[in-house]
């Protein structure tokens, strides 16, 4: 559990893992500077839960750095992540360790609920059964789930050597890439029980053409890296789940008015080729600048 300025919600984060029916779990705490009360806060639950929680500290190095500090400190078999404004249901860890062994499966996920004020989508998503689908172009298609909606045993984690840090907005979507060209021994359990907090804290969620750009490079990296698990996807396909995505994203930006965003989703689309002449009447005023780029959309109003 990584944890930055996290005081609020910290302690609601640690004993969802402290009270759950498992039983046997360690959890790693990885303060990353905090400047408000987080630490006293972790220190005193620490004091409370004893050897079952340990606090780690380092400074401000972000949350993938984080977690691949806890991970060389973690001594169980089976590895899950949990962020310090998140939550689980006290069975999660119960019912995805459970469905790991009955399945003899590397990773074991679930649903998911988006809670908080201004949270989109806040219906319980069950994500499908990956197993039975043609996985590879799905996994292309979106992140499959949420850093803390999955169980992994360590070995396949160790096997492609924890995360990567390149691209801090996508490091979970590159983990569980990597993972699926590791092993395809995954499994679901149907049921939400994972639960993603939104508020105002500055979520990488919320700088939405950061984290665009970084998925379009690690489906890209997946890819060129793993020739053989796409084979089978068509050259058209695959453009799509790469070039298209990255238009559609700027487009949906445009449309919804995030006007920094669509600006640099179209100049991107433009770098990386990614374009229609259709496209131009968009990319071209998204190459001036921004105040300019915002004229521009005022006046055009809702015309396309």
């Known amino acids: 559990m990584p944890c930055y300025n996290a005081a609020p919600f910290v302690q609601e984060a ?5 009270g759950q029916t498992h039983g046997n779990v360690e959890l790693i705490v990885i303060d990353d500077g905090s400047t408000d009360a987080s630490r006293e806060i972790l220190q005193a639950l620490a004091t409370t839960h004893g050897q079952r929680m340990r606090v780690l500290e380092q400074n401000r190095k ?33 019912k995805l360790a459970a469905a790991l062994d009955e399945a003899a499966a590397d990773i074991a996920y679930c ?3 988006n809670v908080g004020e201004g949270a989109p989508g806040t219906a319980p998503h069950v ?13 292309l298609r979106t992140c499959p789930w949420p850093i ?7 070995a396949a984690i160790d096997a492609v050597g924890g995360f990567s840090e ?8 590159d983990l569980w890439l990597r993972l699926y060209a590791h092993t395809q021994k995954i499994v679901r359990v149907p049921e939400v029980m994972a639960f993603y907090r939104w508020h105002s804290g500055g979520q990488i969620s919320k700088t939405r053409w950061k984290q665009v750009l970084d998925a379009l490079r690690v489906r890209r990296d997946f890819i ?3 020739p053989d698990r796409v084979s089978h ?10 070039q298209g995505y990255l238009r559609r994203e700027a487009y949906r930006a445009y449309w919804r008015r995030d006007l920094g965003d669509a600006q640099a989703l179209f100049r991107a689309a433009w770098s990386e080729g990614a374009w229609q002449a259709s496209d131009l009447k968009y990319i071209l005023p998204a190459a001036l600048p921004a105040p300019l780029f915002r004229h521009i959309v005022r006046l055009a109003g809702g015309n396309s």
């Open 14 to 18: 640690v004993e969802c893992v402290m």
């Open 62 to 94: 972000g949350p993938y750095p984080a977690r691949n500090l806890g991970l060389r400190q973690a001594k169980g078999s089976l590895i899950a992540f949990l962020d310090a404004d998140d939550y689980l249901s006290p069975d999660c860890l119960a």
């Open 111 to 113: 649903g998911w609920q």
């Open 127 to 139: 994500p499908p059964d990956y197993a039975s689908l043609d996985t590879a172009a799905e996994f």
């Open 148 to 154: 803390h909606a999955a169980l992994v045993r360590r």
């Open 166 to 173: 390149r691209c801090f907005s996508a490091m979970d979507y």
């Open 224 to 226: 060129a890296a793993h």
């Open 233 to 242: 996807i068509p050259v058209a396909k695959l453009a799509d789940l790469t």
